[in-house]
């Protein structure tokens, strides 16, 4: 979805690196997400944030930091790369406007591979 | 523990056939479902949702999906299959409570529509 980008597409990096994955916006949501996608695992929620002033660790958010700079931008760091955390990286946005049972909608993902 | 269940890692079906592609799900209270579908290469998009009412939802594409309470099943369905159907799909559920925020993926199916 145009509305929703992600930085980088592709990234590689070497275990300790730090990375920062960036998300922007369009769509005026409130709403952000990201998840990491694992072949057979589905979608995993790593942190979520409702509005700026508002972030929440998801399930899996060992390892991972977030950052909500204005409502258009939500960014997710590793501070210290792994390997295990090599996966596909989406973040999401959703209208606050109906509550928790508004669809989201998704960037197109950042592959990242840590050596 | 909450959870979604997607029994069928792949479905295949013949173009022109009708297509099912199934969700279990396990949650206390009332849940609100989700289907989504991924392309190669893309976000994940927004096919339908089920909050209230009608246990028939329908949604993009030609898909729908019947809630079955009895049953904790959400089924995705489709009278006659494309090739281009071809992809990803996810079904999620959140239970929309204020608090604790909760949106389950299911590991995802995929959907080889041959010609």
């Known amino acids: 979805d145009a509305d929703v980008t992600q930085t980088p597409r592709n990234r590689i990096t070497k275990t300790g690196k730090r990375i920062m994955l960036e998300c922007s916006q369009t769509k005026g949501h409130d709403r952000m997400y990201w998840y990491r996608q694992d072949p057979g695992l589905g979608l995993r929620l790593i942190y979520y944030?409702?509005?700026?002033?508002?972030?929440n660790k998801g399930e899996i958010s060992d390892g991972y930091s977030v950052s909500r700079q204005a409502q258009a931008k939500f960014s997710l760091s590793l501070e210290s790369a792994i390997p295990n955390q090599t996966a596909l990286y989406f973040c999401?946005?959703?209208?606050?406007?109906?509550?928790?049972?508004?669809?989201?909608?998704f960037g197109p993902g950042t592959r990242l591979t840590v050596l | 523990a909450q959870s979604v269940a997607q029994p069928e890692d792949q479905v295949n079906v013949a173009e022109g056939n009708p297509l099912t592609v199934k969700c279990t799900y396990s949650v206390s209270g009332n849940p609100y479902l989700f289907w989504y579908v991924q392309y190669p290469n893309r976000g994940l998009q927004f096919l339908l949702k089920y909050i209230t009412g009608d246990n028939l939802v329908k949604g993009s594409y030609g898909f729908e999906a019947e809630f079955n309470k009895s049953q904790t099943s959400f089924h995705l369905k489709k009278p006659s299959a494309l090739v281009s159907d071809s992809a990803l799909y996810f079904c999620a559920v959140t239970l929309g409570t204020s608090g604790t925020y909760k949106y389950i993926f299911g590991t995802g199916t995929r959907l080889k529509v041959l010609a």
């Open positions: 944030s409702f509005d700026v002033k508002d972030i």
């Open positions: 999401a946005t959703s209208d606050s406007g109906q509550g928790d049972y508004n669809e989201q909608f």
